[in-house]
């Protein structure tokens, strides 16, 4: 893993042994995850478009294009493979509650 994701691999590694990694779940079907970083901040990851709220993914995969992702995502990414998601039910209400919240951050 380390030699495809680089120095992702090993902190994504480890959000997954701490079971860092939520997926939201809304009746509708809408999933997004939340993984808990290293620095107890809660980060919202996409999946399905390959994206993550954190600063790291923000600068080293978009600005400098020098990694195809950033330990969230990977986390999520393994954590889905192993079955090691924690799961959450959600309301529509609460999920877009906190895509809301994502967008003002951002803003």
Request: glycine share 6%.
């Amino acid at each position: 893993l380390k030699f495809i994701f680089g120095p992702s691999a090993v902190p994504a590694l480890d959000l997954v042994d701490q079971r860092s990694v939520t997926r939201l779940r809304a009746p509708s079907g809408r999933t997004l995850y939340q993984v808990l970083g290293s620095s107890g901040k809660l980060y919202t990851c996409y999946s399905s478009c390959h994206f993550c709220t954190c600063p790291a993914f923000g600068f080293s995969v978009l600005q400098k294009s020098e990694s195809l992702l950033c330990k969230h995502i990977l986390a999520v990414y393994l954590s889905r493979a192993m079955g090691a998601c924690q799961e959450l039910a959600v309301s529509e209400e609460q999920l877009t509650n906190i895509l809301l919240a994502e967008e003002e951050d951002e803003g």
